[in-house]
């Protein structure tokens, strides 16, 4: 039972375009989302998080939105640079029960930004 | 600000053998995870330190895993024996509160 999806393994998009990441969850105990990004043979790096009182963050090229009744968060990329290339996690944080303060993350997404 | 630290990087090890992990999380962080990550997939929690407690260890497989931070600085993770399915990347993590979680570059496990 996956708890955190998404549904596209890689996403490719020119240089200067936006790129637009997706994530679906079920648990409406969540209560913190994140984005991580990782490069090859490095740890997951944090890019980006919002808690769920808000729809909207935004921090530089990043923007994190979240649907709370569609159970959807998304990461929006503008503009996508080749250094953005890479596999992006979203995450989420159980707010209570036995698993509190436990990251649950998805399958990742592989990010290629061609020049 | 020296990030998480772990060694080795690299682990080649036959099955039925016995292999350790080591983290050194950020200081001050008082949190400490240890993470499986299998090829295409994203981490999964083995188990949560909060100082040298372990306060959630229900995902990891006390068969043949334990773990320790004794002093709630640095932490082992072991295995013994070592099976097949075990070859993954171990990913260790900290965090100074209970959201953004800090990673270390992992420990890549292969088990011939």
């Known amino acids: 039972d996956q708890q955190v999806k998404q549904n596209s393994p890689s996403l490719s998009v020119q240089e200067g375009r936006i790129s637009i990441l997706n994530c679906d969850y079920t648990n409406s105990m969540f209560d913190y989302f994140l984005w991580y990004k990782k490069y090859p043979a490095e740890g997951p790096t944090f890019l980006i998080s919002?808690?769920?009182?808000?729809d909207k963050n935004e921090d530089g090229r990043f923007t994190v939105f979240l649907n709370k009744s569609a159970k959807h968060l998304s990461l929006h990329i503008v503009p996508s640079q080749p250094g953005d290339s890479a596999v992006y996690f979203c995450a989420v944080l159980n707010a209570g029960g036995t698993s509190y303060g436990k990251l649950t993350f998805g399958q990742g997404t592989i990010l290629t930004v061609h020049p | 600000e020296a990030g998480v630290v772990q060694s080795p990087r690299y682990k080649i090890i036959e099955k039925k053998q016995p292999v350790a992990f080591w983290c050194n999380p950020i200081s001050g962080h008082n949190t400490l995870y240890w993470y499986l990550q299998n090829l295409g997939q994203g981490p999964e929690l083995l188990i949560r330190y909060e100082n040298e407690e372990a306060v959630d260890d229900s995902q990891l497989p006390k068969d043949r895993f334990s773990a320790e931070r004794l002093k709630g600085v640095d932490s082992t993770l072991k295995i013994q024996p070592a099976e097949l399915g075990d070859s993954a990347v171990y990913l260790c993590a900290s965090s100074s509160d209970r959201a953004e979680q800090y990673f270390g570059p992992g420990t890549r496990l292969t088990v011939t």
């Open positions: 919002i808690s769920s009182i808000k």
